[in-house]
T-cell receptor, first 114, second 115 residues
Framework: AQSVAQPEDQVNVAEGNPLTVKCTYS??????LFWYVQYPNRGLQFLLK??????LVKGSYGFEAEFNKSQTSFHLKKPSALVSDSALYFCAVRDMNRDDKIIFGKGTRLHILP | NAGVTQTPKFQVLKTGQSMTLQCAQD?????MSWYRQDPGMGLRLIHYSVGAGITDQGEVPNGYNVSRSTTEDFPLRLLSAAPSQTSVYFC??????????????FGQGTRLTVV
């Protein structure tokens, strides 16, 4: 069965510094990988995805993520953090070779310090 | 184009009551899913459907029923509400992956409290 691990419950970063939110996955076939963001009392907003091709994918609000097949990781990154980036971030995986369901990690709360 | 619409936004139930959370999408997506979000637990998959007439269990299906009679609608039924079902529920709609369209679209959620 597919699974997603986000090893950090919370990440604290000073404004202007680079940020990384970690994600590792397990899937039997080829993974489709996603990052979503949730602001307080809101639904989930799609940030970016990896399907195939270039291992570095770019998404909304200056975020990017690096797919590493050998380490089964898909870490979210941003070169310079903003206070407005403070939110809850979810990594997710979809196994297109099996039942197509999308499984989410437990989420990482990102706190950007002014 | 409304996307994914969930109703109601808020609901309080007494233990043992039943209710149906509604979810509708207007994007003609084949796949629909229900998740619950609890603090520290992330989003957990309750049930999902890969098309009209087809449903399957997710990670936490107990206490919930679903049906998919049309492509557009995917209601979630709580058979006999329990305090452990207090949560925020999200419905998601997902395209079939053609042309790289693979990500899920979410409704705004239903906050359910069982007392």
């Amino acid at each position: 069965a597919q699974s997603v691990a986000q090893p950090e419950d919370q990440v604290n970063v000073a404004e202007g510094n680079p940020l990384t939110v970690k994600c590792t996955y397990s899937v039997s076939g080829n993974p489709y990988l996603f990052w979503y963001v949730q602001y307080p009392n809101r639904g989930l907003q799609f940030l970016l995805k990896y399907i195939t091709g270039d291992n570095l994918v770019k998404g909304s609000y200056g975020f990017e993520a690096e797919f590493n097949k050998s380490q089964t990781s898909f870490h979210l990154k941003k070169p310079s953090a903003l206070v407005s980036d403070s939110a809850l971030y979810f990594c997710a995986v979809r196994d297109m070779n099996r039942d197509d369901k999308i499984i989410f990690g437990k989420g990482t709360r990102l706190h950007i310090l002014p | 184009n409304a996307g994914v619409t969930q109703t109601p936004k808020f609901q309080v139930l007494k233990t043992g009551q039943s209710m149906t959370l509604q979810c509708a999408q207007d994007m003609n997506h084949e796949y629909m899913s229900w998740y619950r979000q609890d603090p520290g637990m992330g989003l957990r998959l309750i049930h999902y459907s890969v098309g009209a007439g087809i449903t399957d269990q997710g990670e936490v299906p107990n206490g919930y029923n679903v049906s998919r009679s049309t492509t557009e609608d995917f209601p979630l039924r709580l058979l006999s509400a329990a305090p452990s079902q207090t949560s925020v529920y999200f419905c998601a709609s997902t395209p079939d992956g053609g042309e790289g369209n693979t990500e899920a679209f979410f409704g705004q959620g239903t906050r359910l409290t069982v007392v």
